[in-house]
């Protein structure tokens, strides 16, 4: 009797469906995906009506994007307080899937990096050119960033080099140009993907500006 309850409780977990139905979207503002710290900022999703009542987690991704698959049905969306680089937005929002289902979340960072260029200079310095706007007109620019990577995942977390400005040396609202010295250990590559942060006072996460790959000549 017992190796029947073993193996009947065992068809009983290869039959189990797994979820099928995919929610994917972005963390925008005014329309467009926000440079992130890859898995620096999580979403939780929430179903009531179940037994075993917990959290979802979903991480987003370097270019804002964000997936997760599910099974159909209605849940609550949150965003976590005091974890990404923009003003809390304490209403969850409700979300029915059926199926596949594409949303944007639109959100208020306290900055955005806007219209950032880089360009190799004698394939020993890195300038570039940006913007930084400030949305959120009661926060304080701590200081911007500029990363060197052999990756993608480039970041303040994840980098090989990093050149820092502090607020003094950032005009908000005018444009900016800064440069660092590629170091060394990245002489000799015909390429490096870059991106630029910006660190508002008291916020943890930064907001980015997606990560672009630069030719070296």
């Not at 005091?82 to 809390?88: M, T, V």
């Amino acid at each position: 009797m017992m190796v029947l309850g073993v193996t009947v409780a065992s068809c009983a977990y290869d039959n189990f469906e797994a979820p099928k139905s995919t929610l994917s979207g972005r963390i925008v503002y005014d329309g467009e995906a926000l440079g992130l710290r890859s898995q620096g900022v999580q979403l939780e999703l929430w179903q009531h009506g179940y037994d075993l009542f917990q959290k979802i987690p979903v991480y987003v991704s370097h270019d804002g994007s964000f997936t997760a698959t599910l099974f159909d049905g209605d849940y609550k969306l949150t965003l976590i307080r005091g974890n990404g680089p923009w003003l809390d937005q304490t209403d969850s929002i409700d979300v029915n899937i059926n199926g596949n289902l594409t949303m944007d979340l639109e959100v208020m960072p306290h900055f955005i990096i806007d219209e950032p260029t880089y360009s190799i200079i004698n394939d020993t310095i890195v300038r570039a050119s940006f913007t930084v706007d400030q949305v959120n007109q009661m926060a304080n620019m701590e200081f911007a960033d500029l990363y060197l990577g052999r990756t993608s995942l480039t970041d303040i977390v994840r980098n090989e080099y990093l050149g820092r400005f502090f607020a003094e040396q950032i005009t908000i609202g005018a444009p900016s140009t800064v440069e660092v010295t590629v170091p060394n250990h990245l002489r000799g590559r015909t390429d490096l993907f870059v991106r630029l942060g910006v660190k508002t006072s008291g916020v943890e996460e930064l907001v980015y500006s997606q990560v672009e790959n630069v030719a070296i000549n």
